[in-house]
């Protein structure tokens, strides 16, 4: 989270101000989700929003709960029968780059006929297939990607284009950790969803993107506070919506307007980005595997060639005020994570201490 926000939160957090400075009386937890405060809340985060990722107008922005993985198995609910015969649920091809994205497919399973159109799995995850060899069914409602692999630290150049491969299928993107860090080019997308934690605002809040034409195919199997067609008729407003969270987020998205917007917040990311990768490339103690082309902006995995020093590195960052660096218990090593609240000067102080750390263990 940005200090900013978060010291605006504390601010306002026993007495919210209304755009024109005047006092309601009471904190965003406490108000009514249909009153007019929070009403006003919810239409300005998701304006807000909309500019930011210069969302079409035939989209809907949804306010959900469940993260990420819930989404896994409220999208198939919801769009795998898109393309099936009535009473059908349908299929849905998957391409795995990543612990993600096989996550997805594994709990689409339970719903549809699923297939896997391309694998990295042999490259350990080091790379993104080729979009021209996908093996996309003619009959797939949808093609589900993850845009970047947070354990792997994958990430998608650019947003594969299915009708140029020649399928109709609805692309499906899990954009949890990526969102907001760079452009979206919502000309190839169908649906995107993220859990808000990672790079919109705390815990609790789930953002769904939809296509309209997409809405109203969901199996009668589907939970009534999950069918996006109901989601979408209320406003977000069906069942009680993560009140606070949508605040929290609605304060990181003006945020990021002050920054100067997505571009802005770009070419910081990139420049965070190089400023480690190519730390990590000059040494000769550290590495990490991922193709060049496809190295993920926000999450940075690298391993020390002597793993039998990791323990003494997580500890020296630990003094000197580097956390969280340890990689994820599935593939080991060090993963660093440069979300957009992440300044470059957090950067520069990893890199200094990683070459100070190679220098004094060399
Ligand atoms: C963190 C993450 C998720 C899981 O989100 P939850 O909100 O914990 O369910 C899903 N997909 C990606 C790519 C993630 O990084």
Request: glycine share 10%; charged share 15%; aromatic share 8%.
């Amino acid at each position: 989270m940005p200090q900013d926000v978060l010291a605006q939160a504390a601010n306002e957090m026993l007495d919210w101000p209304d755009a024109g400075g005047g006092r309601c009386g009471m904190g965003v937890m406490e108000m009514s989700h249909r009153g007019k405060e929070f009403m006003s809340i919810c239409a300005h985060a998701e304006a807000t929003l909309r500019r930011l990722l210069a969302v079409p107008g035939h989209f809907k922005i949804l306010f959900m709960q469940g993260g990420g993985l819930a989404e896994n198995a409220i999208v198939p609910l919801n769009l795998s029968a898109l393309r099936a015969p009535k009473g059908e649920r349908g299929r849905t091809d998957f391409v795995l780059t990543g612990s993600w994205s096989q996550k997805s497919w594994q709990e689409a399973a339970k719903y549809s006929s699923t297939h896997v159109a391309a694998s990295s799995q042999d490259s350990g995850f080091t790379q993104i297939p080729d979009p021209a060899g996908w093996q996309i069914r003619p009959d797939a409602s949808y093609v589900h990607l993850c845009s970047n692999e947070t354990i792997h630290g994958v990430e998608y150049p650019a947003l594969p284009d299915l009708k140029a491969l020649g399928s109709d299928a609805a692309l499906v993107v899990d954009f949890s950790s990526q969102v907001a860090s760079r452009p979206m080019d919502w000309r190839h997308v169908g649906l995107a969803f993220g859990g808000a934690q990672k790079n919109l605002g705390p815990a609790g809040l789930t953002v769904v993107v939809v296509r309209e034409d997409l809405l109203g195919h969901a199996l009668d199997i589907c939970p009534s506070a999950f069918n996006y067609e109901t989601v979408a008729a209320n406003g977000s407003m069906y069942n009680t919506p993560p009140t606070y969270a949508i605040y929290m987020a609605g304060l990181v998205f003006d945020w990021l307007e002050r920054q100067g917007g997505i571009a802005a917040i770009e070419a910081q990311n990139i420049a965070k980005a190089q400023t480690l990768y190519e730390a990590i490339d000059r040494s000769d103690l550290y590495f990490n595997p991922v193709l060049a082309t496809c190295r993920s902006r926000m999450n940075v995995p690298f391993f020390l060639r002597n793993e039998a020093l990791n323990a003494d590195f997580l500890s020296g960052a630990a003094a000197a005020g580097l956390l969280q660096l340890k990689g994820h218990k599935s593939v080991g090593g060090m993963r660093a994570s440069l979300y957009n609240a992440m300044p470059l000067a957090g950067v520069q102080a990893l890199v200094a201490y990683m070459q100070a750390f190679e220098r004094s263990h060399g």
